[in-house]
């Protein structure tokens, strides 16, 4: 459903993608993992094309995302996008947050964009607060808010770029019960996180990247149980317990 | 001063009109919202242009603003209203001289307002909008310039204000908006250049205060129904 092939991609001269070669199937639920600048998050964000690439074809269900002639918006639309910090629109109540997209884009009235915006909201538990303000909700509801938004366009695809990352620790577990209900309901996923109890629990496939490279790549218990680079072993380690290590901390 | 007032109050107030030509505080009202009406839009399409990729509309509009910057308004009144004459071989009207100098200069200023509005709002709500699948036209419309204007409402306010102020500068051209009209009643009157000027500079501040107490209402009301726009300006 998502088809890499040899992707490259610069940032000046850094060199953000090297050569990565990747498919994801359709309802199969990716994690990528890797050290922070390692390119996991450029990479989610070529998928719908919020960064460019240099080189390389990336094919969402058949179609070259990086074509000249594409209809991105309508393309886009197929895909929702979850971020870091959420980004909800500050000016607008968590409803109309839900019902800019559908009203303009599936050319929903605005009562019938509301139904399906409160349906969405129901579905990530926020409902109660659709006429709040962004502002007046904490970092794990406004995230949840966020997928609801994504989700109005009823997207075969989710992309989540650090969902949780922003998150005080004891919200992380209410927005990661909310992808993982999406994952059991045979969504495509590809998720960036660190949060390896997640990514064992939901995650088809785990992938690793280090440098612009997909170092590697393995069903989620080859991944965890048998991980076959020194580099993966070593950031596994890390992440389970940062005092554990016995070596110093090397570059990269 | 009642005296005066009462003498030439009206005249003050509208100029020789309906006699002769519309002046007065009405002109300089009516020059001031014509010019903020044009000058708005030019100044938003000057930031998006400022900020676009290509460097075909980029270019100019960069030369503009520092041009504008660069030269007094009163240098390009006596540009406009003497020189252009002679190229174009044709005469044109005060108001329209004062007019445009007025809507290029603030669509200029506006210009850097907007474009730092636009700048200084987080890339993430640009990026979340788009990817949604908005248009750029979309995304602009409904989610960037509306917290842009509402971030720089009292940058904006002091533009608006300052244009209502420049509409002064007609005098010179012999436009006969407020000022033109007071120094006409001064030599008149000759022996009450204070309170004439006095009163001169109440109707301005009358105007000014008035335009600025409107804004603040506005974001008054902003603030009531959008906490973080209460937050962000407490």
């Not at chain 1, 794990?140 to 109005?152: D, E, M, P």
């Not at chain 2, 509409?167 to 009643?185: H, N």
């Amino acid at each position: 459903m998502i088809d890499f092939r040899n992707v490259n991609k610069y940032y000046g001269r850094y060199h953000a993608l090297v050569d990565v070669t990747e498919t994801v199937a359709r309802g199969e639920v990716v994690v990528v993992c890797g050290p922070s600048g390692s390119g996991k998050s450029t990479l989610i964000r070529t998928i719908n094309r919020l960064e460019e690439i240099d080189s390389g074809r990336i094919e969402v269900d058949g179609q070259d995302v990086h074509r000249s002639g594409i209809d991105i918006n309508r393309f886009r639309s197929g895909i929702g996008f979850v971020f870091q910090q959420f980004n909800l629109f500050p000016h607008r109540t968590v409803l109309d947050n839900c019902t800019l997209a559908p009203v303009h884009l599936r050319g929903l009235s605005g009562a019938e964009a509301r139904d399906q915006a409160l349906q969405m909201l129901n579905r990530v538990g926020m409902a109660d607060k659709a006429n709040a303000f962004p502002a007046q909700l904490s970092g794990g509801q406004q995230q949840r808010v966020a997928i609801a938004r994504a989700l109005v366009m009823h997207p075969p695809i989710m992309l989540f770029d650090e969902p949780t990352s922003a998150l005080d620790p004891e919200m992380v577990g209410e927005v990661l019960l909310v992808i993982r209900d999406l994952a059991h309901r045979g969504m495509t996923l590809v998720c960036v996180t660190h949060e390896m109890g997640f990514a064992r629990d939901v995650a088809d496939r785990v992938l690793f990247m280090d440098r612009g490279r997909i170092l590697e790549r393995g069903t989620t218990r080859e991944f965890f149980d048998h991980p076959q680079h020194e580099r993966t072993r070593r950031f596994l380690a890390d992440i389970r317990s940062p005092f554990g290590r016995t070596d110093p901390p090397s570059g990269g | 001063m009642i005296e005066l007032l009462r003498t030439y109050g009206v005249y003050f107030l509208i100029g020789q009109f309906p006699h002769g030509p519309l002046g007065g505080l009405a002109l300089t009202v009516l020059l001031g919202a014509a010019a903020l009406v044009l000058a708005f839009p030019l100044g938003v399409l000057l930031a998006l242009m400022r900020l676009s990729a290509s460097a075909a509309l980029r270019w100019p509009v960069t030369a503009l603003v520092y041009v504008v910057r660069g030269t007094p308004l009163l240098m390009v009144i006596f540009w406009a209203y003497f020189f252009l004459p002679s190229l174009t071989g044709q005469k044109t009207g005060q108001f329209a001289t004062m007019l445009a100098a007025l809507v290029l200069f603030d669509g200029a200023y506006l210009a850097e307002v907007v474009r730092a509005g636009i700048q200084g709002l987080a890339r993430g709500q640009t990026e979340a909008a788009r990817s949604l699948g908005l248009s750029y036209a979309t995304t602009l419309q409904r989610v960037v310039l509306p917290q842009v204007f509402r971030n720089m409402l009292p940058s904006l306010v002091n533009q608006f204000v300052t244009t209502l102020k420049d509409t002064s500068l007609g005098y010179i051209i012999g436009l006969q908006e407020l000022s033109f009209v007071a120094s006409q009643v001064n030599s008149q009157v000759v022996v009450h250049p204070v309170a004439i000027y006095g009163i001169l500079a109440l109707l301005y501040f009358a105007l000014c205060f008035g335009l600025s107490r409107f804004a603040y209402a506005l974001e008054r009301r902003a603030a009531r129904v959008d906490p973080e726009f209460r937050a962000a300006n407490a």
